[in-house]
């Protein structure tokens, strides 16, 4: 399996621009997460998906916001518009179903590192 | 107070020594406890959980977990350069929310 991937890997773009960042989960992984590292604040979890369907998005930090899972081989996280304080690595993570004893065993993709200037 | 606590280093142990990693959690409905290493650069990646008070080993890992204080922490034997990353501490409640709290993490040196 080539794991999580991301895109870009990188970004930079002006304040006001829309940036739209990309996830392919690993295949068969029920959920996908998306969170933000800086650091200041470290990993903050933005939003979880189970079965393409958003769970918690209550760490999405405004309406400028916004993520979506069409399907279970992918997903979206759009800022519009963008501003510096968006300046971040932000990740993708999938897991599998949870068993009995609740292991949430995240892969992380590789990261979209963004600057907005 | 922050949900998951850890010390930001950096933490320099030499080459062969234990390096004795700390967190603490808040939130006393946390049931799972998970250790991840990120190099600099790079994703993070699982070393390894815990669920149950007291020691789980893997290898040169050992996690070790008290409930009553709060407190996990991750034992590195026989330290090697390679050690050399910053490693967070996770959390969650295992309540049906899948959400993972992640510390902000302690920037290991293992010193050659």
């Known amino acids: 399996d080539a794991g999580v991937i991301q895109s870009p890997r990188h970004e930079v773009t002006e304040m006001g621009q829309e940036v739209t960042l990309r996830c392919k989960p690993i295949?068969?992984?029920?959920?996908l997460f998306w969170y933000r590292q800086t650091m200041m604040r470290g990993l903050e979890l933005l939003i979880y998906?189970?079965?393409?369907?958003?769970?918690?998005d209550s760490g999405m930090p405004e309406d400028r916001f916004s993520a979506k899972m069409p399907n279970a081989s992918f997903s979206t996280l759009k800022i519009q518009p963008s501003e510096p304080r968006d300046s971040a690595v932000y990740f993708c993570?999938?897991?599998?179903?949870?068993?009995?004893?609740?292991?949430?065993?995240?892969?992380f993709g590789a990261g979209s590192r963004l600057t907005v200037l | 107070q922050k949900e998951v606590e850890q010390n930001s280093g950096p933490l320099s142990v030499p080459e062969g020594a234990i390096a004795s990693l700390n967190c603490t959690y808040s939130?006393?409905?946390?049931?799972?406890f998970f250790w991840y290493r990120q190099y600099s650069g790079k994703s993070p990646e699982l070393i390894m959980f815990?669920?149950?008070?007291g020691d789980k080993e893997d290898g040169r890992f050992t996690a070790q977990l008290n409930k009553a204080s709060q407190y996990v922490s991750l034992l590195i034997r026989d330290s090697q350069p390679s050690d050399s990353a910053t490693y967070l501490c996770?959390?969650?409640?295992?309540?049906?929310?899948?959400?993972?709290?992640f510390g902000t993490g302690t920037r290991l040196t293992i010193i050659p």
């Open positions: 993570a999938s897991s599998p179903r949870t068993g009995v004893s609740g292991a949430n065993v995240l892969t």
């Open positions: 295949s068969g992984h029920d959920y």
């Open positions: 998906f189970n079965n393409n369907v958003p769970i918690d």
């Open positions: 939130d006393r409905g946390s049931q799972s």
């Open positions: 815990i669920y149950s008070n």
């Open positions: 996770a959390v969650n409640r295992l309540d049906g929310n899948e959400k993972l709290t």
